[in-house]
């Protein structure tokens, strides 16, 4: 029998919590960091390399994956791990955010959403059934519902109608999940209004998920009203689940949210970032396209033992974004997202060693010295 | 104390034969095909992986390193091999051609060449001194000497005239050449004139080089045209140096040219067309794009042993080409230099058992019915 999923919190400091996920594809330790692989792949990289980055989890997407290549193709091929090689578990995002960021929106229905694909115009039409549906046949390890994700800033009038139908949806994605070895997330939402925040984590908790995500922040609000509304939020999540912030985010987001009990992060920062030369490392973040690092003999970051940037100099990566050599952007992808893990392993063993005070300050202090 | 260069036919069949090139970086099996990492990098994959594509030495090329990063960067390095993390042996091309084909020539004189970058229109003078210095500073391998590389179909005049200057270059070059664990490879003009072919040919050997390239081929004349300026050069080129004819090319090209007696080929067409969506593979030609290949769950050649796209469906390729995403063209370049390499080794496997008429004929024959 497949391992059920499962989580197990190990120690804390404070709100900060070291963790444990169990899923049928293996540990993940928390607070983690899970790189973005949108179209069943980490973009410039072989997903044979994620593994290598410290990753112990790869996030994709319903929205795109249903448009592209479609369930079908990766129901065929036995689902999405065989179909893009990896043997790392996965977590799908419903696509809730995508379709009102990306797609052509028609219309939301008390039924689902009505929207036409970015890319050819094509009209769907997604259900909470369907979208749990389709992120079961392509073999997700962790699914989240669907939700609407509407405008921070909305009248709170408009704010609680969306949250109502928010919740019904939830429901119904509980009602339909029957994969038993994967776990179905909630997502709370409420733009930007504290007590709709809590009466979501609290109506969530009654429809009983297997973790709980906060959705609808890191799209603008700024630093401190997204800590405003996890402050107020997290405290009516239950200790014996994961919570998981979505889209999030820098490392001083990461480490403040930490801080505030969050256990998962995923964002495409490193990876974005990445392509167009911008290295995070122990010494500050970078741009290694400045001439600056034309002669510079050393390696990226001497501190990480990164196994796609330590072979080779700060100039000659300098040389491969100057000269638009793909080979460039592939080493700081891979730096990149080891960076992040490294910086999670380290967050971990801080709050492991009851030292995650000292690790927040001396991290805070640094950053600033840096600007 | 370095080993030095040297070259040792094992066996031959007719005109093909079999030989390994000994270098201070290790040994190359002839015939040899060479990937292009014109700046100092195989383009779309990392210098650690190109061993895993079976090949055993790398092109570089002066023309492009000279403009960046430039001489004294990579010196500072240690090398082009340190600077590019690079144990494989590397021939860099002299620079001749491309400062006839990319850059704003401005003149040639008995001294050498006057140009303008391509990039930023900065003005370099490139001496046959300047070019085996370069090359030497820069520590590359294999050595080729400076040349005038004149239209294919200049008047008979014009390219006598050109060869007395690319055979007054050449003595120039080896006059300078004084990298001793290195080798220096003399370049065979003539334009379409096979007299001024042979002559080149032979006034070549009166200088002494350690292996001899044919240039201005594969430049738009066609094949047969090809065919005949080797079948009339080739018989006057030392059958105790290796011979190599550069910038070509398809892999029938290759066999026929390897059925004339070449050793060693370079060419662009597996990355290039890697980059576009086009594999090569033991059934044929393929573009990966096509949607017959949308539900494709076959690997992309299943008697190749390739480490890159063996472990990935065409479906999967085919997708990532459908969205653009980098890992697509990634493993394309890496599986077409491996196909390469298979094709070479099978080449030599042919030659080494006396069989190498019948793997030719049988692979036009196939060549011809996938048509």
Known sequence: MKKKFSFKKITSFKNARVGKIFTSKGII??????????????????????????????????????????????????????????????????????????????????????????????????TPEKCIKFQQKIGSDIIMV???????????????????????????????????????????????????????????????????????????????????????????????????????GTPNDIIKSVARGIDMFDCVLPTRMGRTGIAYTTSGIINIRNSKFKKDQNVLDKNLNCPASNNYSKAYIHHLFKCNEILGLMILTWHNIFYYQNFMLRIRKAIKKKEFDKFYNKYLKYEAIRK
């Open 29 to 126: 330790d928390t607070p983690a960091f899970m790189p973005v692989g949108t179209i069943a792949n980490v973009k410039a990289m072989f997903p044979e390399n994620i593994k290598q980055t410290n990753s112990q989890i790869i996030l994709c997407n319903t929205y795109h994956l249903m448009l592209r290549p479609g369930e079908n193709i990766i129901k065929k091929f036995g689902g999405i791990h065989k179909f893009m090689n990896s043997k790392l578990p996965i977590l799908t995002d419903s696509g809730g955010y995508q379709v009102w960021s990306l797609a052509k929106l028609i219309k939301i229905e008390e039924k689902g959403v009505r929207f036409r694909s970015h890319i050819d115009g094509k009209l769907f039409f997604l």
């Open 146 to 248: 669907l939700d609407e994700c509407p405008n921070y800033n909305i009248t709170k009038a408009k704010a609680e109608k969306s949250l109502e139908l928010t919740l019904r949806w939830a429901k119904r994605c509980k009602k339909v999940f029957n994969k038993k070895d994967s776990a179905l997330f909630g997502i709370v939402q409420g733009a930007k209004y504290e007590d709709l925040r809590i009466k979501c984590a609290l109506k969530l908790q009654e429809i009983n998920f297997d973790g709980y995500a906060i959705g609808g922040l890191s799209v603008g609000e700024g630093q401190n009203e997204m800590l405003r509304i996890l402050d107020k939020t997290v405290p009516y999540l239950p200790d014996d689940k994961p919570k998981y912030l979505m889209g999030v």
